[in-house]
């Protein structure tokens, strides 16, 4: 057998993707309004973080395109507490929202643990409070975190049988990490979970037929570390020295080793937000079957 070249990656299109998916959930909303339910999402921000604001008006507008009632929520930086948990507590018990979602982060002087705990379980749509966490550690239904579950999206779209495969998720965060390497393991992948304490990451990553990036990090996962052919979902989001936005992953590098890689931007971005909608349509579908 002649050795061929390498040819560049295929790319895993958030983008396409997510406007697939949201024409599904589209519908949906449309057989839910047909008995009466408008799926409702409420979207609280505090303070001026830019890049929330960025991620808010996305959110809202996947609402409204998707025909969800949407309401959004805007507060002063120096909102106290006990008025944030108010806030929640209301809406709570508002039969018209479904889902609800903090933006995080929220000013130093809140407490953003107290603020997930505050958000019933039954429209936490973000999926962070300890009951969600639970349900997806037991297997149980429940709302799962946005992020990984729009990655395990992307693994489906390509169809990509995770049985049996090693998982590499570098990343341990409540948001991203954790929740991953269980819904990899719930499909029957070995799951690794690496991060800064770990002394060998290029020994790990090397072993991996896909590897999930979430620290944060420019250029933590480079092509000298990843096994021809492997599957690679970079969920970073920074910026490059020329101010660019660029993910966890040496896209150019990697995209001539990986047989499938996520863009940034494009790529998991999207996917976040669309599972978000369907969280929130899901949240609205159990009421009428409760």
């Not at 805007?74 to 008025?83: G, L």
């Not at 409540?174 to 990899?184: Q, R, S, T």
């Not at 933590?220 to 936005?245: E, F, I, Y």
């Not at 996917?271 to 978000?276: E, G, K, N, P, V």
Request: proline residues 6%; aromatic residues 4%; glycine residues 8%.
């Amino acid at each position: 057998m002649t050795h061929t070249p390498h040819q560049s990656a295929h790319i895993i299109d958030g983008v396409a993707l997510s406007h697939q998916l949201r024409q599904d959930v589209t519908q949906r909303v449309q057989a839910l309004k047909a008995k009466g339910v408008t799926p409702g999402l409420a979207v609280i921000l505090v303070g001026e973080n830019p890049a929330s604001q960025v991620y808010v008006r996305n959110k809202v507008k996947g609402c409204v395109d998707c025909g969800f009632h949407s309401v959004l929520e805007k507060y002063d930086a120096d909102m106290s507490e006990a008025d944030l948990l108010a806030r929640i507590e209301a809406l709570n018990h508002d039969p018209a929202i479904h889902g609800i979602l903090v933006q995080l982060p929220v000013p130093k002087h809140i407490d953003a643990n107290k603020v997930i705990e505050a958000i019933s379980p039954l429209k936490d749509v973000d999926g962070f409070h300890i009951a969600s966490a639970g349900a997806l550690m037991t297997g149980m239904p429940g709302f799962w975190p946005c992020t990984p579950y729009g990655c395990m999206k992307m693994l489906e779209s390509i169809g990509f049988d995770l049985r049996g495969k090693h998982a590499v998720v570098i990343g341990r965060s409540n948001i991203v990490g954790k929740p991953m390497a269980l819904m990899l393991l719930q499909k029957n992948a070995t799951v690794t979970i690496c991060h800064s304490a770990t002394p060998d990451l290029k020994a790990m990553t090397l072993q991996a037929d896909v590897i999930v990036a979430a620290v944060g990090k420019r250029n933590v996962l480079t092509a000298d570390m990843v096994k021809p052919g492997a599957v690679v979902l970079d969920v970073g989001m920074n910026r490059d020295d020329a101010g660019k936005l660029c993910g966890d992953v040496d896209f150019a590098g990697v995209s001539q080793v990986a047989s499938y890689i996520t863009p940034v931007p494009g790529g998991v971005g999207p996917m976040t937000i669309t599972m978000l909608l369907v969280n929130t349509l899901e949240a609205a579908e159990r009421t009428l079957a409760s």
